[in-house]
């Protein structure tokens, strides 16, 4: 799997961009936007071709899916921590039925002896980050972690060989799409990349 994160603040022609990524086969965009209040997000969500949506995840506003037909939620560390600590009063009204939920974890023993079923875990950095400067990879190994989990930070055509052989069932990219010249054709030869070494 290939999971796509959203830049943080919006960029140039960003819905335009996305609905080609779309169209190229992306299946997991995680919509984070920390700057954006609730109105916003329900504007950009709005904005983008509703056949997409069941591609959208949501990191912000989990109530946001009642609303639209998105792929699930994601946690972020300190939300699961604040959140998940009161056991299923969190869901409340959240509409989850066959939806996914996720979490970010920068640590593999956390993740490892996480409770919570999540459909998939991303662990990150696992190398240096492309998007946030001075996010040192740590080369984390998780072949022995029996959970899906995917690898972020300085994901790149040149890392995914060496993240499949680490043990990560997906690839998560932010800066790797974003920070290039053409995120489309970007995103292609990573995915291009990522299904040739899944066959090996």
């Known amino acids: 799997m290939i999971v796509l994160i959203a830049p943080e603040k919006d960029i140039e022609n960003e819905i335009k961009i996305l609905h080609q990524l779309f169209e190229e086969g992306l299946e ?14 329900v504007k950009f969500l709005n904005e983008i071709d509703i056949q997409y949506h069941d591609r959208i995840i949501t990191h912000y ?14 946690f972020q560390e300190q939300k699961r921590r604040d959140a998940l600590e009161n056991g299923n009063q969190y869901f409340i009204g959240l509409n989850m039925l066959g939806k996914t939920m ?6 593999s023993e956390e993740l490892a002896v996480c409770d919570i079923e999540f459909d998939y875990h991303l662990l990150s950095p696992v190398f240096s980050s492309i ?5 040192e990879g740590r080369g984390f190994d998780v072949n022995d972690i029996d959970k899906t989990i ?11 060989k060496e993240i499949l052989e680490l043990g990560f069932q997906g690839i998560g990219v932010l800066g790797g799409v974003w920070n290039s010249e053409n995120p489309v054709e970007s995103f292609k030869e990573i995915k291009s990349h990522y299904e040739e070494n899944i066959k090996k």
Do not use: A, W
Request: no cysteine; net charge positive; hydrophobic share 25%.
């Open 131 to 135: 998007s946030k400067k001075g996010y």
């Open 102 to 107: 996720s979490s970010s974890f920068h640590e």
């Open 28 to 41: 997991y965009y995680h919509l984070r936007k920390p700057y954006k209040n609730y109105e916003e997000h």
């Open 150 to 160: 995917v690898g972020m930070g300085g994901i790149n055509t040149t890392t995914i």
């Open 61 to 74: 506003f989990h109530e946001l899916i009642n609303e639209f037909n998105l792929k699930g939620i994601h």
